[in-house]
């Protein structure tokens, strides 16, 4: 029987659940649409059911030795505590982690979902070989993930590495945090399609709501405002990569999510602004590259992190 | 004899020569106006007299071990290269460190100013007994530092820290180093002074050059003006203390620097600022103090860092 971790990546609109050996492959995944119920009780046995059925379904060779649940937002992962969760707001405050392993009988640990992509990238993916590696994941929301020497840099309360809300622009754009001018306010999925809908008033999207995938499709085809507000989107993106580089300078800085997988047309304009904001004599040391795992990087990351902290 | 290490703090405008003794007591110092040759060769013979001229004073006693000597601006300290210093331009590019070492016959470690001063606060200072800290040193310019579990977090090529160029503000006002919106723009003397000259055109200087002091000095004493430019230079030092809290989450963030040292009328602001940006439930966990050691920050710093890197 060879040792596996059960990863759960809790996305506001989708889940995805992993089993991942222990060298980081993953034997088994299931995805699904999210729908928690709203209390605390019914959304543990929802959790719950959700793992035991899927273990079920995972032959006896590889029963997992612990549960790593990856959230957006703030996490506390010594503690298994939730501080915010901004697309599944019942998470809040919950102590997820003590009361899901004892109905499950085995350790479960929290974390946030681009600290768990940020060392799976730095484990088997695009940060593979690096002595320090920031990621970005730009989706709906914006995370981020800095890994040094092979540790997570999670800071005092667990939320480093939220570059989502970093403030790039004061009196910016209003974000879903509360604050203005956040790198998510202008670099998101939500953010692009706000910016989109902007410049092109009077309902182009003809009743069908507008996602960010439409608009990079439109953008390849030629359509001249979808291509501005993604540069002006990958402006901004470079201005969060420089400043990470000047605050952290990792080795490598890695760009990953549903909207980073989306391309060139956003990442050179980061990296074109990007390098021009940094240090002159650094800027041939400034390294970008895109993400290479995929959705299966949380996973990945989930499986390297119970085995580094449970010493498996 | 006791082991001690002898400490150049390089300013644009003063330098200050101090020998520390290896558990951070500033034994003796000295200080004067700078002015460096403009070529590297006499460069070296500058610094190098100085230092011999300094050591002559010394005690027997007491013969340093080591010189640390901070610079402002990127400095590669494990290569004791400097990448590049605004104050003292003729600096870049230079190997000091090697070359200064085989004049002085004895290790010369270079180092940048703003992490020297970080060390010193963490060690001996307001970052005393936690576990990681965040620096700002606010003066002509704007530095920082990070230091976590005693270890100063330099990065990749030697330049993480380097809050004063993270830009807070698209767009906004030109910096030194030839972006726009850095932090350095916003909330350094220099662009205080910048700021308070603009809303009070026509000279009200008369003849004499305003400096940040006389402006922190006027809103002491009821400028209307005075007080507003300093408020805003807070709020955008609030932006940079909530952003280096997400991004770093340090256990504490210690304001220094002479413009920091200058007080109240910009600490409120500025606290009152991030508070509202960081996260909710996070707000009470943010941690900011004012700077201790003043200017012997760099010095006692610089101790530090020669012990652990010499090992002495």
Known sequence: ????????????????????????????????????????????????????????????????????????????????????????????????????????????LVANDANCAALGEYWRGAGAGTGSMFLFTIGTGVGGGLVADGELWEGSAGIAGEVGHTVVAIDGPMCTCGSRGCLEALVSATAIVRAYRKVLPGGLDHGV????????????????????????AGKALGVGIANVYHLLNPEVIVIGGGVGRAGRLLIAPAVEMARGLVFGPLRDRLRVSRAKLGDDAALIGGAYLASRKLGL
Request: overall charge positive; glycine content about 12%.
């Open 209 to 232: 709501p507008i996602t960010a995938k439409m608009i990079f499709a439109r953008a390849r085809h030629g359509d001249a405002a979808a291509r501005a507000v993604i540069a002006r």
């Open 1 to 108: 029987m060879n040792a596996a971790i059960l990863c759960l990546d809790l996305g506001g609109t989708n889940a995805r659940l992993g089993l991942v050996s222990i060298d980081g492959r993953v034997l088994q995944r299931r995805r699904w649409k999210m729908s928690p119920p709203g209390n605390a009780d019914s959304l543990y046995d929802y959790l719950g059911n959700r793992i035991v059925r899927f273990m079920s379904g995972v032959g006896t060779g590889s029963r997992p030795a612990a549960v790593v649940i990856g959230f957006a937002g703030p996490t506390w992962s010594a503690g298994g505590y939730v501080y915010c969760s901004p697309n599944i707001g019942q998470l809040a405050g919950l102590n997820i982690g003590p009361e899901l392993s004892q109905r499950l009988s085995m350790p479960v």
